[in-house]
């Protein structure tokens, strides 16, 4: 009899490998990040778990079995979506696993902006003691979260803890805890002029690709601060620098761009009201434990019985 087969391609702890061995003890199990333990099973393998670039030529190959994929990020825009739901594969992501470290990323760009620490690290590094115009605060403020999902949620309970109003924009319009008035996505350019902050958290799909432009820039607030920790490609760059430059808005916070890494010649390294992180605000110390222990055991309890995976399945017609 042939075994089932499952790749993981990250390295996990062995508590982690006993727990997924109980719920498939008679399958064949290949973890690791070096392709070398799993590259001639892929396919073969039926449930895959982490994306990387040997996988895909061999999943969607005619013969291939994957029949589920776990995503190790939230956002599912860089597969091959098409060819992946024309094979009928299941997708999983990891919405969720990035709510504490994203949240507290966002506020420490609002922070660090509104109180000029990026300043005053720079002065340090040249010995300056300089006030540099410090003045504002982030008590009371009005932030405005696009895109209210886990992370949104979370980041608009922080925004409680210093007194700020909260405008959440989400497709549905449907109330959450922690945002004082909801909004359609229909209705951004009404929430913009309201806002002190604007964090966008939203996945890349077709309706949110180069959603933000000049038009959405110029109903902000020229004391406004912009962030953004969803994907670059949801902003026209070259307005959001035009912005900045001319004092549209206040400044911005940015851990994603249209390319990445971000090119030497942008001039997004020098605006000195700018903030630039290199696509880490997810990072965390418990990534692959909540990516493993809350999303993938527990979907993989219900693969093995014929269900469907209840966490984070990705509708194809929504893109996340």
Excluded at 68 to 90: H, N, R, T, Y
Excluded at 135 to 148: A, P, R, Y
Excluded at 209 to 224: C, H, I, N, P, V
Excluded at 281 to 303: C, H, M, W
Aim: proline letters at 4%.
């Amino acid at each position: 009899m042939i075994k089932r087969t499952c790749i993981v391609t990250h390295d996990l702890e062995q508590s982690q490998l006993d727990k997924i061995n109980e719920i498939i003890p008679d399958w064949e199990l290949f973890t690791g990040k070096d392709p070398e333990i799993w590259l001639d099973y892929v396919k073969e393998a039926e449930v895959i778990a982490g994306w990387k670039k040997e996988i895909g030529e061999y999943i969607l190959e005619e013969n291939a079995k994957l029949r589920w994929f776990q995503s190790w990020s939230a956002g599912v825009d860089s597969l091959p979506l098409a060819k992946m739901e024309s094979k009928g594969i299941q997708i999983t992501s990891a919405n969720g696993v990035h709510a504490n470290p994203i949240s507290e990323t966002i506020f420490a760009l609002m922070l660090a902006l509104t109180r000029k620490i990026h300043t005053y690290v720079k002065n340090q590094q040249s010995k300056k003691w300089h006030h540099s115009g410090m003045k504002l605060e982030i008590h009371n403020k009005t932030i405005g979260i696009i895109g209210v999902g886990a992370i949104g949620k979370e980041t608009a309970k922080i925004a409680k803890a210093f007194g700020m109003k909260v405008l959440g924009v989400r497709n549905s319009g449907k109330p959450e805890e922690y945002v004082d008035e909801m909004y359609t996505s229909s209705q951004l350019n009404d929430v913009l002029p309201q806002c002190d902050y604007v964090a966008v958290t939203l996945p890349l799909t077709k309706e949110t690709r180069q959603l933000f432009g000049a038009e959405q820039f110029s109903l902000m607030k020229d004391t406004a601060f912009f962030i953004n920790i969803g994907r670059g490609e949801i902003v026209v760059e070259k307005d959001l620098i035009a912005a900045l430059q001319n004092g549209q808005i206040a400044g911005a916070g940015l851990d994603v761009f249209e390319k990445e890494p971000l090119g030497g010649d942008s001039p997004l390294w020098e605006l000195e009201n700018v903030i630039v992180t290199p696509h880490t605000a997810g990072s965390t110390e418990f990534y692959n434990q909540r990516v493993i222990e809350d999303i993938l055991i527990p979907n993989l309890k219900n693969y093995v019985k014929g269900e469907r995976p209840a966490i984070n399945l990705v509708d194809y017609r929504k893109g996340y």
